[in-house]
């Protein structure tokens, strides 16, 4: 069983940054892609970032390309989510999940029903 624990949301100005933790307890993280996806109120579930195994391979949603990046420390089971010059419209609850990694990377990556371990989500809220 994989555990996924986020963190590092919290309250942030618009234009500020912010940088979400995905820690996993695994022994194979390695061999998971992981994914960043929100859900804002009285919305569905999105895709927003997503990285290969190896971090050779990143994809994004469209309206963060550019503002966010995604990293990896295999060494350290943790995934990250580096979030800049965020607008109040990426105010969402954010969850990290874990697939295995596969190919095609794209499209594959996302699809939510792909992913087989979800965190329980962090609150990120952008202030206007």
């Known amino acids: 069983q994989v555990q996924l624990v986020e963190s590092g949301g919290g309250l942030v100005q618009a234009g500020g940054s912010v940088r979400l933790s995905c820690a996993a307890s695994v022994g194979t993280f390695s061999s998971y892609a992981m994914g960043w996806f929100r859900q804002a109120p009285g919305k569905e579930r999105e895709f927003v970032a997503a990285?290969?195994?190896?971090?050779?391979?990143?994809a994004f949603e469209d309206s963060v390309k550019g503002r966010f990046t995604m990293s990896r420390d295999n060494a350290q089971n943790t995934a990250y989510l580096h979030m800049n010059n965020l607008k109040p419209e990426d105010t969402a609850v954010y969850y990290c999940?874990?697939?295995?990694?596969?190919?095609?990377?794209?499209?594959?990556?996302?699809?939510?029903?792909?992913?087989?371990?979800w965190g329980q989500g962090t609150q990120v809220t952008v202030s206007s």
């Open positions: 999940a874990a697939m295995w990694d596969t190919l095609p990377f794209e499209p594959t990556v996302r699809r939510p029903g792909e992913y087989k371990y």
């Open positions: 990285i290969s195994w190896s971090g050779k391979y990143t």
